[in-house]
């Protein structure tokens, strides 16, 4: 089942109203890295003037004889730092270590999250809620929409995270929304402190 519920796919297909991002608003990033079996996503989001939160998801997919060429999402995340006020660029240090401390040099302000379940649970939270309350919106993105779809919760004592091993399929945009929608609202929510590079 996915995480959003037995109603998910209604539930998020319900948040579809397409947005152009605006040039030189406040944006928040999450990243979500794979290489060679998983995708990586760079989830933007953008408040709208109802208040809702706009989400877009730039993907990148390995092939069997091409693994993701990170200097590609490096390069994306640098243009959105030209075209963006980026607030906020939230990645798991994992997989993007030495990239996120290349980009920080480069003045784009970037948060580590390692992706531990104390850490993404209540994260993960975060954006149910907002889903589930319609605060956030979507363009037609059917990629997009299939890897927040594929997403299976994994329980624990305070809630659930997401997870990758149990899931059909990829779920990487799932993540970086995840993340995304965190720095979006991260004054909201007292949180524990995030390491900052």
Same mark, same amino acid.
């Given at each position: 089942m996915s995480w959003l519920g037995v109603d998910g796919r209604v539930v998020w297909e319900s948040l579809e109203d397409p947005?152009?991002?605006?040039?030189?608003?406040? %944006?928040?990033v999450g990243v979500d890295v794979g290489i060679k079996k998983d995708s990586t996503a760079v989830a933007l989001a953008q408040y709208r003037e109802d208040g809702r939160l706009? =989400? %877009?998801?730039?993907?990148?997919v390995p092939t069997k004889d091409e693994p993701v060429d990170i200097t590609d999402v490096m390069q994306f995340i640098r243009e959105c730092? &030209? !075209?963006? !006020?980026l607030k906020a660029v939230s990645f798991?240090?994992?997989?993007?270590?030495?990239?996120?401390?290349m980009l920080h040099d480069d003045g784009i302000p970037m948060v580590e999250v390692p992706q531990s379940v104390e850490r993404m649970t209540p994260i993960v939270g975060n954006a149910y809620q907002l889903i589930r309350t319609g605060g956030i919106s979507h363009d037609n993105d059917t990629p997009f929409g299939e890897q927040v779809l594929n997403a299976v919760p #994994?329980? !624990?004592?305070?809630g659930f995270t997401i997870q990758k091993s149990k899931s059909k399929?990829? =779920?990487?945009?799932?993540?970086?929304?995840?993340?995304? =929608? &965190? #720095?979006? %609202?991260?004054?909201?929510?007292?949180?524990?402190?995030?390491?900052?590079?």
């Amino acid at each position: 089942m996915s995480w959003l519920g037995v109603d998910g796919r209604v539930v998020w297909e319900s948040l579809e109203d397409p947005y152009k991002l605006v040039q030189g608003a406040d %944006t928040f990033v999450g990243v979500d890295v794979g290489i060679k079996k998983d995708s990586t996503a760079v989830a933007l989001a953008q408040y709208r003037e109802d208040g809702r939160l706009h =989400i %877009t998801v730039k993907l990148w997919v390995p092939t069997k004889d091409e693994p993701v060429d990170i200097t590609d999402v490096m390069q994306f995340i640098r243009e959105c730092s &030209d !075209n963006y !006020n980026l607030k906020a660029v939230s990645f798991d240090p994992r997989l993007f270590d030495v990239p996120a401390k290349m980009l920080h040099d480069d003045g784009i302000p970037m948060v580590e999250v390692p992706q531990s379940v104390e850490r993404m649970t209540p994260i993960v939270g975060n954006a149910y809620q907002l889903i589930r309350t319609g605060g956030i919106s979507h363009d037609n993105d059917t990629p997009f929409g299939e890897q927040v779809l594929n997403a299976v919760p #994994r329980y !624990n004592e305070r809630g659930f995270t997401i997870q990758k091993s149990k899931s059909k399929g990829r =779920i990487d945009a799932a993540v970086a929304m995840a993340l995304a =929608i &965190d #720095r979006a %609202t991260w004054k909201e929510r007292p949180r524990p402190a995030v390491v900052v590079l």
